[in-house]
């Protein structure tokens, strides 16, 4: 056996190649059996194959076959005479395995096929509408997650240690009772609790001077403008909004919180560097769907340091906020 190197087992009736072969051989001849499957795991160590004259099945399980054929063509002799059985399917009688597509030998595929292109074009669709949601509302879903915990969407700037407020609120007398009403509670008094300079209230009895003020908004991480047509017109206001975007130009870092407190005029008719503010910052509007929660996204990270606060209450003596509005 350790001589053999030539297998002819042709015209022999076998049916099933059930056998094993010694590693020495390298032709093995089937022609003319009834065989009707080939090797699961065809045998390496064979350079020339006979197979013709065979009764091959051709279905979907012939695939493996075929693909083989095609890889080892070199190695079989008769390899276009390797045919399907005459009492296979009509469509498949006779005709030369290697010429058949996948789809002629297993027409299922085609369903196959179909359905994993419409699960490929769903998944595609889904995937590109998922991205361009997120691009469009990633904003609103950072503040979303932010507001349910996940702080890791916001980090602490070093730059804001060592100041003194939280926020510096900027508003006209006009618009004192509002800010009293419905501002400044839900800042101050719920968490995070945040530490407000408010010029109103804050401001030490006879200490009205420009210069002191532009000290608390250098003072304070951010400055929280309340936007109305009012604002607008008052030189001494838009002196402090002017004052703090130097400040953010200056250190380079956005400090500016804007908020639509009232109706605005168009933006063409607005200061220059308000436009700047507008167009390259989020301008969030009073009452608007999760306004509270971009409000705080947009504020400090609460620094876990008290020695600022007991340095600002040694700094300040608070006056009411304005009442007679």
């Not at 390899?79 to 005459?86: G, I, K, L």
């Not at 009895?205 to 017109?233: C, P």
């Amino acid at each position: 056996m350790s001589k053999l190197h030539t297998l002819n087992l042709e015209r022999n009736f076998i049916s099933l190649l059930d056998f094993s072969l010694p590693n020495n051989v390298e032709i093995l001849r089937l022609a003319e059996n009834n065989i009707t499957r080939f090797y699961s795991n065809p045998p390496s160590n064979i350079q020339t194959f006979t197979l013709s004259h065979n009764p091959w099945q051709c279905d979907c399980d012939t695939l493996p076959f075929r693909k083989w054929m095609l890889a080892e063509i070199s190695k079989i002799l008769d390899v276009n005479e390797t045919r399907c059985s005459f009492e296979d399917r009509e469509n498949m009688r006779g005709r030369v395995i290697i010429a058949l597509s996948e789809i002629e030998l297993c027409p299922k595929l085609i369903r196959n096929y179909i359905l994993m292109g419409v699960g490929g074009a769903v998944i595609l669709m889904m995937t590109v509408a998922f991205i361009l949601l997120y691009f469009r509302y990633q904003y609103h879903l950072k503040v979303w997650l932010y507001s349910r915990g996940w702080r890791c969407f916001k980090k602490r700037d070093k730059r804001d240690d060592g100041k003194l407020f939280d926020a510096y609120i900027s508003f006209t007398d006009e618009d004192a009772a509002r800010v009293r009403k419905y501002f400044l509670p839900e800042l101050e008094e719920k968490h995070p609790f945040y530490k407000l300079f408010v010029p109103q209230r804050d401001l030490k009895a006879g200490n009205f001077e420009i210069n002191y003020l532009m000290e608390r908004v250098v003072d304070s991480k951010r400055t929280v403008i309340l936007l109305t047509k009012r604002y607008l017109r008052n030189e001494f206001c838009m002196e402090i909004f002017r004052v703090a975007f130097a400040n953010s130009l200056e250190e380079k870092l956005h400090r500016i919180i804007l908020v639509k407190f009232g109706p605005l005029p168009p933006m063409k008719e607005m200061d220059q560097s308000l436009k700047i503010v507008m167009e390259s910052s989020m301008c969030l509007k009073f009452r608007q769907k999760l306004f509270w929660e971009m409000l705080r996204y947009e504020m400090p990270e609460k620094s876990p340091n008290i020695d600022d606060y007991e340095l600002l209450d040694d700094q300040t003596d608070d006056v009411p906020l304005i009442q007679e509005l």
